[in-house]
C-alpha cells in the first residue's frame, strides 16, 4: 500500500499492510480530513471564520481539524519512537538519538 511505502522511505522500517496500527491511524486521518474538500465548509470563503470559538455553531470544522490534529501527532510519536528504538537496536546510544 501507498502508506506502507511512505513508512518504509521515511522511518526505514517495513510494515504489515494489513491490519497494521500505523496504516489504520492513517486511514482515520484521511476519513476526517475529507473535510479538505474544496467548498465543503463556509471558512474556505471566508478565512476569518477560523478565529471562531469551536463551541459556536457552525465551527465543527475545528472539531474535526482537532481530532485530525490529535491522531496525526499520536502516529508520528509512535512511529518516530519505533525508530529511535530501531536506532538504538544498531549501536547507537540513547543520547545519540536526542541530538
Given at each position: 500500500s501507498f502508506?506502507?511505502?511512505?513508512i518504509k522511505i521515511v522511518y526505514g522500517f517495513n510494515i504489515e499492510t494489513t491490519g497494521d496500527a500505523y496504516v489504520a491511524g492513517m486511514e482515520r486521518v484521511l476519513a476526517e480530513l475529507e473535510a479538505f474538500t474544496p467548498g465543503k465548509y463556509l471558512v474556505d470563503v471566508l478565512p476569518a471564520l477560523r478565529f471562531i470559538p469551536s463551541w459556536v455553531p457552525g465551527a465543527g470544522f475545528q472539531k474535526t481539524f482537532a481530532r485530525?490534529?490529535?491522531?496525526?501527532?499520536?502516529i508520528m510519536e509512535a512511529l518516530y519512537t519505533r525508530t529511535q528504538e530501531g536506532m538504538v537496536g544498531f549501536g547507537a546510544t540513547p543520547a545519540d538519538t536526542h541530538s
Open positions: 502508506a506502507a511505502t511512505i485530525a490534529r490529535q491522531i496525526t501527532l499520536e
